[in-house]
């Protein structure tokens, strides 16, 4: 079944405290992205790769790194979470030749205390 | 710059009413739009797509016509289900791949 994995689901850690959310998707695609959903701001996308270690800056990447060592993973990581990155957190994979259809995962809840 | 204005919701009708969501963009150069749909506890989903103007697409009993003189791209349909209860998110996607959303619009269709 193609889909787009992340984990963990559900997160609640402490300020300062570094974490990885993991996205995994095993469709083959080159394009993968990282968005984050806000109450009244709708979807914001925080970094995105267009292939195998080729990363680039979406709208609001600021405390927030990914990385692209495999074609099938695309990690977020928040070296230093603050309260100000709770948020509800989407991985998105698509095909470099449809770019249009995106597949997304389930979502990740961050909580930072 | 590029953004995706959507009517706030919540919106809240009777099975077979006839719904419209409204949206609207703002787009340097000719963008593609999109309709996404989220259920509960999901993820997004893809509803429908338009690449160019005039442009209609369509999937599940739902609509969207790509209005490049009122640049809008209002989602419509005709007699809705519980089923459809959900949140939608109207999206633009300028050429380099990165997508703008709506602060998206929930749904909730009682029997």
């Known amino acids: 079944e193609a889909q787009v994995t992340q984990n963990p689901r559900y997160l609640i850690t402490v300020t300062g405290k570094k974490l990885t959310v993991t996205c995994s998707q095993n469709?083959?695609?080159?394009?993968m992205s990282w968005y984050r959903q806000d109450p009244g701001l709708g979807l914001r996308q925080i970094y995105y790769s267009m292939n195998v270690e080729v990363t680039d800056k979406g709208d609001v990447p600021e405390g927030y790194k990914v990385s692209r060592k495999e074609k099938r993973n695309f990690p977020l990581i928040l070296e230093s979470p603050s309260p100000n990155q709770t948020s509800l957190y989407f991985c998105a994979s698509s095909l470099s030749s449809d770019r249009m259809r995106a597949f997304f995962g389930q979502g990740t809840r961050l909580t930072v205390v | 710059g590029n953004s995706v204005t959507q009517m706030e919701g919540p919106v809240t009708l009777s099975e077979e009413a006839f719904l419209t969501i409204n949206c609207t963009y703002t787009a340097t150069g000719y963008p593609s739009l999109f309709w996404y749909v989220q259920y509960p506890g999901e993820g997004l989903q893809l509803l429908l797509k338009?690449?160019?103007?005039?442009d209609k697409g369509s999937n599940k009993g739902f609509e969207a016509t790509y209005r490049k003189e009122t640049t809008s791209f209002h989602l419509e349909k005709g007699s809705v289900q519980v089923s459809d209860s959900a949140v939608y998110f109207c999206?633009?996607?300028?050429?380099?791949?990165?997508?703008?959303f709506g602060t998206g619009t929930s749904l909730t269709v009682i029997p």
């Open positions: 999206a633009l996607r300028i050429p380099g791949n990165q997508f703008y």
């Open positions: 338009a690449t160019k103007a005039d």
């Open positions: 469709m083959n695609h080159e394009y």
